[in-house]
């Protein structure tokens, strides 16, 4: 999974006063916040997706493909942890 990177667009030109570049910064935070809510429901609609449609024997499985998944997540937004599933625990797990 890659995820999208927001993308803010050029800044405007001229001279503004620091009222208005906070307002503008404000918005333009607020709307890459927006942007990574949906990144983050498409991604969990696609991990439900393959969670409902799989027919996987085993739980196993289906643990594995989701330590992958959350990795590609944490890998796209820059966290430094890596994701592990441990199959004696059953348990995925994040080491930092």
């Known amino acids: 999974m890659i995820m999208e990177r927001y993308d803010a667009g050029l800044l405007p ?9 906070q307002d ?3 918005t333009e935070l607020d709307r890459a916040h927006d942007h990574y809510d949906d990144v983050y429901e ?3 609609r696609g991990i439900a997706e393959v969670m409902l449609t799989c027919k996987w024997d085993n739980t196993s499985e289906w643990m594995e ?3 992958e ?3 590609a997540i944490f890998d796209a937004v820059g ?3 890596t994701v592990i599933y441990d199959s004696r625990s059953g348990v995925i ?3 930092l």
């Open 69 to 71: 998944e959350l990795q």
């Open 13 to 21: 030109e001229g001279l503004h006063d620091v009222e208005w570049w």
């Open 24 to 26: 503008a910064i404000r």
């Open 93 to 95: 797990k994040q080491e």
């Open 79 to 81: 966290e430094s942890a």
């Open 65 to 67: 493909y989701l330590a």
């Open 42 to 44: 498409t991604a969990l």
